[in-house]
């Protein structure tokens, strides 16, 4: 929940706190008050023999004077912040400026009689540069402060460790970086070492190697609450199925997350619910990070996928698994994906299935959206406008550098990329499809396209660049079914260029009715070193074409496919050692051994000479 004050002692937890124990609480929502002083993630004051431990604030306090990650002021006597972390960021209120930020107390007043701060670290953005520290902002108070094990990350490079402090009151600090994070664990964990504050048990440190965060260990965050405050540095962090249904239960309700972030941090079976329903948006962004999700997700109503409905939304990294079925507007990432979206580097290993039209091994219906780097290995079954990427293809939408591997069954309009393509400038470039088409029903207006089954008006553009179209129709339609394209109602803003296929099915055609001056490269031989020259031959188109956002990749003959030359056609991609991930550790190795070859070689070549000498004396 956000928390708003217009005047003094405002908190995430409580305003003002004194002989009290706050222990095990976490605050996401941000903390504001208009007012002047006081206000802090988890307390806006505490004084008069209080403990604050095992606490997390990770949102943004908003305050003039006296602003805390934990607490804004901390007076009176026994004061104790144990154990306590900062991952959020402070800011001014700008009617008033700003003074004594910190990010575990904001301020220590002049009469504190005694206090601790031990065991802490920030992460912190401090936003105020008037007295103000990444663990303390001011300090008045003259006598020596128990302190050990702190720790800091230096985000802006502005502040330091204690904006303002007595010399007889200086505490210890360390300043860590993320590279180092993991061994802070280790240190701050020696000091917990099972001791208690109070009646409470210390909690553990973790530092997590995907998120590459260091967290306080006190909640279960696996099973019980998601973490993350949903800013790029700290994403909420989806672990289980119950934080996927707690996403999904918020979208459908209303909530869009614009400029969000989400991560999934381990591969799980997902039984729950879509996220949202159709005509409900999300608009964050959806990190995969090279998971699986495995998913059962059956809609009796319009609009079927593990997203309902994109708005501008980024999905990404993402292997998704299992079945998704539905009626109309099926897709396994999403059914309707609209505004702007971007799918990117996802790999589609489950069942997409639907009963009547616009179907999508990644989308349903695609408008204004780009769709790059993807592999769809599940097979794709619907009734028409059956399509291995996209079942409708609109308004500036954008299909590049991706792969089709399974059968794409329907009744009307299959094609192996795209199923219908209508209306604005469009763009299918560098994509393969190795699926077969499968007719199950034999009506008059039927289209079959290896990479667009229907072109219809109107289409301002559409752009058909640099692919292959491998695959075996199932039987011969009565509208039309060719390696390339189906049928077009629409020829002069048609453009194809670099077409190439392999006649699976003897007396097809490369094109349909198009009327425009249409060619395609036929590949009679296909055996290895053939498809290898025809790689290099498709990675020099893709390299002479320029887009103002997106970059058509080389392609490669793997010994199965000819496609693509991107990440989830070319490696393991959930889990793999040698990941995207692992790039920089890849990097590493490779500079060490080359580091470790020249010095062995410097080494025999001294020896060498040294030998010769000696045999010369």
């Known amino acids: 929940a956000t928390v708003t004050g217009s005047g003094t002692n405002v908190g995430g937890i409580a305003g003002s706190t004194g002989d009290c124990t706050i222990s095990n609480c976490r605050v996401d929502g941000n903390v504001s008050t208009s007012g002047w002083t006081s206000v802090g993630g988890i307390a806006g004051s505490t004084w ?5 431990v095992n606490c997390v604030c990770a949102s943004t306090v908003t305050g003039s004077t ?40 904001g301020c220590i007043a002049a009469d504190v009689d005694s206090i601790a701060i031990v065991n802490c670290f920030a992460r912190s953005d401090i936003g105020c540069k008037n007295n103000s520290g990444y663990l303390v902002g001011e300090n008045s ?22 904006g303002s402090t007595s010399a007889a009151s200086k505490l210890s600090a360390s300043k ?3 590279l180092v994070l993991s061994s802070v664990a280790t240190t701050l964990n020696k000091y917990v070492a099972d001791k208690k504050e109070g009646n409470v048990p210390l909690s553990t440190w973790v530092y997590d190697k995907i998120t590459k965060a260091l967290l306080l260990n006190s909640f279960s965050y696996g099973s019980e609450q998601m973490r993350g405050s949903g800013t790029k540095a700290d994403p909420y962090c989806i672990a289980n199925a119950e934080h996927l249904i707690e996403l999904a239960n918020k979208v459908t309700s209303g909530e869009t997350f614009t400029g969000k972030y989400f991560r999934l941090t381990r591969n799980f079976v997902y039984d729950g619910p879509q996220i949202g329903v159709y005509g409900k948006d999300f608009c964050g962004i959806f990190d995969g990070y090279d998971h699986k999700l495995t998913v059962n997700i059956k809609m009796t109503t319009t609009g079927a996928g593990l997203f309902a409905q994109l708005g501008g939304a980024t999905v990404k990294n993402l292997e998704v698994g299992g079945t998704v079925s539905g009626t109309n507007v099926v897709g396994s990432i999403a059914a309707y994906a609209h505004d702007g979206c971007l799918i990117d580097n996802c790999l589609v290993s489950a069942a997409v299935i639907g009963t009547e039209e616009n179907c ?5 219906i695609a408008h204004n959206t780009t769709i790059s780097n993807c592999r769809v290995d599940g097979g794709v079954t619907g009734g028409s406008n059956v399509g291995g990427i996209a079942g409708w293809f609109q308004t500036s939408s954008r299909v590049v550098n991706c792969l089709v591997t399974n059968a794409i069954t329907g009744e009307k309009n299959v094609g192996g ?23 199950t029903e034999d009506k008059v207006g039927n289209c079959f396209g290896g990479i667009v089954a229907y072109v219809k008006g109107p289409v301002d553009s559409m752009l058909v660049g640099g692919c292959l179209s491998d695959c075996k129709i199932a039987k011969e339609v009565l509208g039309g079914n ?12 048609l453009t194809f260029e670099e077409q190439y296929y392999v006649a699976e099915t003897p007396g097809l055609s490369d094109y349909g009715n198009i009327g425009a001056d249409a060619t395609a490269t036929e590949i009679t031989d296909t055996a290895s070193a053939s498809l290898k020259t025809y790689a290099s031959t498709l990675t020099r188109y893709a390299r002479s074409k320029t887009f103002e956002d997106i970059t058509l990749t080389s392609w ?10 991107n990440y989830v056609n070319l490696l393991s991609f959930a889990g793999s050692v040698f990941g995207e991930r692992s790039l920089p550790v890849l990097i590493v190795i490779g500079v060490v051994l080359v580091s470790l070859i020249i010095t062995v070689a410097v080494l025999f070549v001294k020896k060498k000479r040294l030998a010769k000498k000696e045999k010369t004396i």
Do not use: W
Not at 154 to 161: L, Q, S, V, W, Y
Not at 430 to 436: E, I, K, V
């Open 48 to 52: 008069g023999n209080c403990l604050v």
């Open 66 to 105: 006296a602003v805390g990650g934990i607490s804004g002021v901390a007076m009176d006597y026994n004061q104790r912040f144990v154990n306590c972390e900062f991952l959020g960021s402070t800011a001014e209120y700008t009617k008033d400026g700003g003074n004594k930020h910190g990010g575990i107390v």
């Open 141 to 162: 108070f003259a006598g020596a402060i128990e302190n050990s094990n702190l720790f800091y990350v230096d985000i802006n490079k502005t502040a330091k460790p204690f």
């Open 176 to 178: 860590k970086t993320d």
């Open 360 to 364: 999508g091994g990644i989308v349903g």
């Open 417 to 439: 990329i795209v199923a219908l393509a209508q209306y604005g400038d469009l763009l299918i470039a560098n994509c393969s499809n190795y699926a077969d088409l499968i007719v």
């Open 482 to 493: 060719c390696y390339i394209l189906g049928h077009s109602e629409v020829s002069e803003p």
């Open 556 to 565: 490669k003959y793997d010994g199965t496919h000819l496609a693509p030359k």
